[in-house]
């Protein structure tokens, strides 16, 4: 029986207007930041500190659950 292992890649890169551009996409869709955060589990204040870029770094998982809300695509991409 053959073991699975797992490698695992961490990666980081700025990319500068980012929560201003969170903050736009969420000002142009017709539901409340309540509602959003809801849907990806998220608090309000934690969204709030994602579009003030307080917070330092923000995992894939979470940008991708913040462009699923909002369906849009904000841009971020890593080369493979």
């Known amino acids: 029986m ?4 797992k490698v695992r890649k961490t ?4 990319f ?7 903050k736009q996409a969420r000002e ?3 539901r409340s930041l309540i509602q959003l955060c809801a849907e990806i589990d ?4 934690n969204w709030y500190k994602i ?10 998982e979470t940008l991708k659950k913040i462009e699923s809300v909002l369906q849009v695509d904000l841009g971020v ?4």
């Open 42 to 45: 998220m608090t309000p204040a």
């Open 51 to 60: 579009e003030n870029e307080e917070t330092k770094v923000l995992p894939l």
């Open 77 to 80: 991409k890593f080369d493979d």
């Open 16 to 22: 500068p207007g980012l929560g201003m551009r969170i």
């Open 2 to 5: 053959a073991v699975l292992m």
């Open 28 to 30: 142009s869709n017709s």
């Open 11 to 14: 990666e980081e890169r700025e």
